[in-house]
């Protein structure tokens, strides 16, 4: 199992349902359309300036997430005292999202990540044992990725992990709590055309190299029938 950080996000409410707003986080914080289309259009300004030919590589949708997730993190490593390192290596976050260094996503989404890892660090002095609840989401997630043999059950899994697979579980389970905790006292509220979202504290790698999520934060599902929808 090749597991990385990573991060994602979600949740608007009936009383706060600005079409012009992307997000809400908190009482006063907005994402705004406006703020998601400028950093869209900087990503596609920066391919382009770069020679690249192609659509761009994200969507508006993941904008918001990692704008939520750059809030709602930021807020959790202050009450954590853990700070951003000097420098970020945003060449190799660069080639990962297939953007210029230069696009302002990539610094966004650099940000982010940082904090969940470091948080986890903060995280890894622990030496509780994963839950098999949290054991066994895992191993639902990877089985049906196709990343566990079919026939290899619950129990063999468990005893098969790596000790640090293990840990990497207990830590993450561990900023996936803070983080739920904290996006809560937020009322994290997004435009329905962006649900459902999560935030992903540990996400694998399948066999062709694609990212997804692991052990994550729910914030919420759509609801094609209600105009705007609040994270509980």
Known sequence: MVVVASLTVAGLSACRSEPSVAAYVGDSGRITEKRVQQIYDDARTALTDAGAKGAVPISRGDIVKTLVSADVMSRVAKNENVTLPANLPLG?????????????????????????RLLRERAGSSSAKPSDEDLQTVYDTLKAAGEVDPAM???QFKTQL???NQQLVTTSAAVR???ASAAGDLKIKVNPRYQPLQISVLDFQTQNGELRPLVTVPLGAADAGAPVIEVP
Request: hydrophobic share 40%; no cysteine; net charge negative.
């Open 153 to 155: 059950t619950f129990d």
């Open 162 to 164: 790596p000790a640090e």
């Open 177 to 179: 709590d803070e983080v």
């Open 92 to 116: 190799d976050y660069a080639t990962q999202l297939k953007l210029p260094e230069k696009a302002e996503y990539v610094r966004l989404y650099a940000e982010s990540d940082a904090l969940i």
